[in-house]
């Protein structure tokens, strides 16, 4: 009786932790939402909170959707992604696979010299890109913020790592086989990655629809802005309007919610690999 009463403890108190754990993120998003979706004459900042919008409005939403062009700004982010989510992973498995199982003289130098870009800031390479994009007269573009977004240390690091793992017996077998390089890169390596590949496409979604202190720096025309500026620009022209940039905030992260939702069975299975290697 005694050991039962000792596992019901436990298993109480970590459903407890969980959930507050689980509220601590959540909160922030639920809040948000009940001040996108309160009426006029209810208070968005209270103590305790007051979540509940009574009764629920989208005149918000209406009034965020028609302050900018909001639909403008949210095809340029979807462009942005069709285009540079799927080249940023192939650009990283492509420099991944030789770090991964092609012998050549310096691959672990360059491997470790890819790696140490991990560990400086980003805004240390701001100025550094802007004066190449500036140069080359890409600035003011979607080139200049496509171009410099498709390498990362990161996915390069990722895939090298589950390319490694691929047994070397069958990289052999098919060079054997007369398969050239690129054809086991396309037809053995990438399948063989698919749940990493799945994690770098949300990590990618994610970094690319977020993305805000590069295209600030390339792009002066407002016509190009992806949504993330498109909020900054909603949050000059509405002010201290919370309830406006808040149904702003919710329109514009639900794409990323819905991505995340879809591809969340094979960040799951990938994860899964990760923890059974």
Same mark, same amino acid.
């Given at each position: 009786?005694?050991?039962?009463?000792?596992?019901?403890?436990?298993?109480?108190? $970590? /459903?407890?932790?969980?959930?507050?754990?689980?509220?601590?993120?959540?909160?922030?998003?639920?809040?948000?939402?009940?001040?996108?979706?309160?009426?006029?004459? %209810?208070?968005?900042?209270?103590?305790?909170? &007051?979540?509940? !919008?009574? !009764?629920?409005?989208?005149?918000?939403?209406?009034?965020?959707?028609?302050?900018?062009?909001?639909?403008? /700004?949210?095809?340029?982010?979807?462009?942005?992604?069709?285009?540079?989510?799927?080249?940023?992973?192939?650009?990283?498995?492509?420099?991944?696979?030789?770090?991964? %199982?092609?012998?050549?003289?310096?691959?672990?130098?360059? @491997?470790?010299?890819?790696?140490?870009?991990?560990?400086? !800031?980003?805004?240390?390479?701001? #100025?550094?890109? @802007?004066?190449?994009?500036? %140069? =080359?007269? $890409?600035?003011?573009?979607?080139?200049?913020?496509?171009?410099?977004?498709?390498?990362?240390?990161?996915?390069?690091?990722? +895939?090298?790592?589950?390319?490694?793992?691929?047994?070397?017996?069958?990289? &052999?077998?098919?060079? *054997?086989?007369?398969?050239?390089? #690129?054809?086991?890169?396309?037809?053995?390596?990438?399948?063989?990655?698919?749940?990493?590949?799945? =994690? #770098?496409?949300?990590?990618?979604? =994610?970094?690319?629809?977020?993305?805000?202190?590069?295209? $600030?720096?390339? +792009?002066?025309?407002?016509?190009?802005?992806?949504?993330?500026?498109?909020?900054? /620009?909603?949050?000059?022209?509405?002010? *201290?309007?919370?309830?406006?940039?808040?149904?702003? *905030?919710?329109?514009? =992260?639900?794409?990323?919610?819905?991505? @995340?939702?879809?591809? %969340?069975?094979?960040?799951?299975?990938?994860?899964?690999?990760?923890?059974?290697?």
């Amino acid at each position: 009786m005694t050991h039962r009463l000792a596992w019901w403890t436990r298993r109480v108190g $970590m /459903y407890v932790l969980l959930t507050a754990i689980a509220l601590v993120f959540v909160g922030p998003f639920l809040i948000l939402l009940s001040a996108a979706l309160k009426p006029s004459g %209810q208070a968005v900042f209270s103590f305790p909170p &007051d979540i509940i !919008p009574r !009764p629920p409005v989208l005149t918000w939403a209406k009034e965020a959707w028609t302050a900018i062009p909001f639909p403008r /700004y949210l095809l340029n982010s979807v462009f942005l992604v069709a285009v540079m989510v799927p080249l940023y992973i192939l650009v990283s498995a492509l420099c991944a696979y030789p770090l991964a %199982q092609m012998a050549f003289r310096g691959r672990s130098l360059i @491997f470790f010299a890819i790696l140490a870009t991990m560990f400086m !800031p980003g805004e240390v390479m701001l #100025l550094p890109r @802007f004066l190449v994009v500036s %140069q =080359i007269g $890409m600035a003011d573009s979607y080139l200049g913020v496509i171009l410099p977004g498709l390498l990362s240390a990161f996915g390069i690091f990722l +895939l090298r790592q589950t390319f490694a793992g691929v047994p070397r017996e069958v990289v &052999d077998a098919a060079r *054997t086989d007369g398969c050239h390089e #690129l054809r086991i890169f396309w037809h053995v390596m990438l399948p063989a990655a698919r749940p990493t590949l799945a =994690i #770098l496409g949300v990590f990618g979604f =994610i970094s690319v629809w977020n993305s805000f202190i590069w295209p $600030m720096v390339v +792009l002066k025309d407002s016509s190009l802005y992806p949504i993330s500026l498109g909020i900054a /620009y909603l949050a000059g022209i509405t002010g *201290t309007d919370v309830r406006s940039l808040a149904a702003g *905030t919710i329109i514009s =992260i639900l794409p990323v919610v819905v991505f @995340f939702m879809i591809m %969340q069975r094979h960040v799951l299975e990938g994860m899964r690999g990760a923890v059974k290697s």
